[in-house]
């Protein structure tokens, strides 16, 4: 157990970046924060971030900055983050949100910025059969592209396809990702902070190379 890590996990789309996060949060027992689940929670709630951020999000786009960057400071404030740590998955996306997440956490600063690499032509297809536990967001592999629906094996939620799962908005996340997102590995590469973790091997093994990663970084000295 690391107590009080405070990791950012970037990555593609469809990099099983998710999924990780889950199991890491786990093994750690620190916070998972997802930006994606809490824009995801706000549409179900129909609340006017939730109908704004629908919009953008199913067709593949990027919510403001300013918005996110509220989201994520007020989150980061609660008692939880502020003691055990946190794993932001799915933030920053932008090189102007690195920046204010930097200022933000000037007096408790992130220990790793960890790049689960999967190359762009691998994740296409696993997107394409992702599906989703719409109440706690546990990952599934369907057989084919069908919209089957299922039952959670973990809390007996629905499992569905993801809205902004469609061809296109896979394409446009995987465009603003190499124009927006990717510039992060040289932001965070500078400052010595960022470790790159292959992703492309079974989903324990990868476990193993991240807990690996995380434990390096940790480990004074
Ligand atoms: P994925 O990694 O598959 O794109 P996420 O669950 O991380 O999925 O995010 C889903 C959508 O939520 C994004 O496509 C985007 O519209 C929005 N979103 C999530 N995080 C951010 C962020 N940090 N900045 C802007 N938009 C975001």
């Known amino acids: 157990m690391i107590p009080g890590a405070r990791l950012i996990i970037l990555g593609r789309q469809g990099a099983g970046k998710g999924t990780q996060c889950v199991r890491l949060s786990r093994h750690f027992v620190v916070p998972h924060i997802s930006t994606g689940d809490m824009l995801r929670a706000s549409v179900r709630e129909g609340s006017e971030l939730g109908r704004m951020a629908k919009k953008v999000m199913d067709s593949g786009g990027l919510v403001g900055d300013d918005i996110m960057v509220g989201i994520v400071e007020e989150r980061l404030n609660h008692g939880d983050a502020r003691t055990r740590g946190y794993i932001l998955d799915g933030f920053p996306r932008t090189v102007p949100q690195a920046i204010a997440l930097d200022d933000i956490t000037t007096e408790r600063p992130i220990h790793c910025v960890i790049d689960l690499d999967v190359p762009r032509e691998m994740v296409l297809r696993r997107i394409s059969s992702r599906r989703v536990c719409r109440d706690c967001g546990t990952n599934y592999v369907a057989a084919d592209t069908e919209k089957h629906q299922w039952i959670c094996e973990v809390c007996g ?22 124009e927006q997102t990717s510039p992060l590995i040289e932001h965070y590469g500078a400052d010595g902070r960022l470790v790159v973790v292959d992703g492309v091997a079974s989903p324990d093994l990868v476990f193993l190379r991240l807990i690996a990663a995380v434990e390096a970084a940790r480990r004074p000295g």
């Open 157 to 178: 939620g629905e499992v569905l396809q993801r809205d902004d799962d469609t061809p296109e908005a896979i394409n446009r996340r995987l465009d603003l990702y190499e």
